[in-house]
């Protein structure tokens, strides 16, 4: 099976359910190779080949590389599919998708992923290595390339630094009014700041 479909499920039946020992294999397999070759160097098909199974069970059970790694690091199931809704729609409205996605998802979640960087960035934890890999992987670098401009990364990290930002001040801090805003004037407040990073002058 070609590793091009690593962002997908193949459409196999249902014969490949395999139950909980099948998919325990395939999350000891996975952070065992995450851990080992880090997020970009591991692939869906090593992961299945370490396992013993084949690659189509990996996507039976996580559907992407990317619900893979969310469960190997016990990221929120919710993130990788959020994450894909910040790419979907117009440039123009960026800024304001990805305020939203954030804060919506992360009111809804214990979250940890993000918290845990921001209170924890300079220790080297593997799961938190991994983490910050995902996200300059799978946000970062996806923003920098659909900015396309020849500052894209510096865009970029801008915007980083406004959601990290942001994340501190409403669940770390508790700084008001921040912590306590509707989601809906977060956004209205700070999706034009995001957005003037990324597509202003």
Known sequence: MAET?????????????????????????ARGLFREHGYGGTTVRAVATEAGVDPAMVFYFFRT????????????????????????????????RLVRTLVENLDASDRAPLVTLT?????????????????????????????????????????????LGITVARYIARIEPIASAPVGELVARFGPLVQQSLTGP
């Not at 490949?16 to 325990?24: F, L, N, P, V, Y």
């Not at 790694?69 to 117009?90: C, D, K, Q, R, V």
């Open 65 to 96: 590389k990317q619900g893979l790694f969310a469960a190997a690091i016990e990221m929120s199931s919710n993130l990788p599919p959020a994450i894909e809704s910040i790419f979907t729609g117009e440039l123009g409205t960026l800024g304001e």
């Open 5 to 29: 479909t690593e962002d997908g499920p193949p459409g196999r039946p249902g014969r490949w359910r395999s139950g909980a020992e099948s998919k325990q294999r395939i999350l000891d397999a």
């Open 119 to 163: 209170r924890s960035a300079t220790t080297h934890d593997e799961s938190e290595t991994l983490l910050r890999e995902f996200i300059d992987r799978e946000i970062t670098g996806r923003l920098a390339a659909l900015i396309g401009t020849p500052d894209a990364t510096w865009r970029a990290s801008m915007v980083n630094v406004q959601i």
